[in-house]
């Protein structure tokens, strides 16, 4: 089985393309970051979900982002919004999909895994900068450049399976690859239970997702 660098965040998004992965055969070695956010029930249940879609291997890296702020997710002085706005929210934590990707990359050297697999959706997404196309196109050329591996011409992919995705499109796919989305969290203030706010842009987004799919919401809701 050939290697696989999945960033797995523990939401919904995330644990369908792990599930993608190994549907493809890949022996996935999972990689979450502890970057200061707001909770830590969505790397237990990165955890929890690593384990029951059979990764070969889980790790958390420390690197606290909260160090900077700037973010609703980092910092305890910016609230999280109940609606969205307009532009880029205060949800969007600074370069945090460039950071995340070059710590993954640096595993996948190791591994000698020539894949990386991350779930950023440029269709049903908050509008954060680094979840678009351009984006991921540009890192691949970077880390072609920036790597033994991709300087010798061992060629290295950014795999994006949901970027041209509707949420409804991706909770189907990841039904049909035996994602159990209760054990999801997306919430962006969960409580220590793992449990949604339901009022916040991803509890929104997921929410959305289950209606236009068709499918009863499986998500854990505060009281």
């Not at 959706?121 to 880390?143: H, K």
């Not at 949604?196 to 809701?221: E, M």
Request: glycine share 8%.
């Amino acid at each position: 089985m050939k290697n696989a660098l999945v960033l797995l965040s523990g939401g919904m998004d995330s644990a369908t393309v792990l599930a993608l992965a190994r549907a493809e055969g890949f022996a996935c070695h999972c990689l979450s970051v502890r970057y200061g956010q707001r909770h830590s029930a969505e790397l237990a249940a990165a955890a929890e979900l690593a384990h029951s879609l059979g990764a070969a291997d889980h790790r958390v890296v420390d690197l606290n982002l909260g160090l900077f702020g700037g973010s609703a997710l980092t910092d305890d002085s910016i609230q999280v919004p109940d609606q969205r706005s307009e532009g880029i929210p205060v949800t969007y934590v600074p370069a945090r999909n460039t950071v995340f990707l070059a710590v993954a990359l640096a595993w996948a050297e190791v591994l000698q895994a020539r894949d990386l697999f991350i779930g950023v959706n440029a269709v049903d997404y908050s509008g954060y900068p680094d979840c678009r196309p351009e984006f991921i196109q540009a890192f691949e050329t970077l880390a072609n450049l920036a790597t033994k591996a991709g300087v010798e011409g061992d060629r290295i992919r950014i795999r994006t399976p949901l970027i041209h995705l509707t949420k409804a499109e991706i909770i189907r796919r990841g039904i049909g690859a035996g994602v159990d989305f209760s054990r999801t969290v997306s919430c962006y203030s969960a409580d220590s239970q793992g449990r949604a706010c339901g009022t916040c842009d991803a509890c929104h987004l997921r929410a959305k997702g289950f209606a236009d799919a068709g499918i009863a919401d499986v998500t854990r809701y505060q009281p």
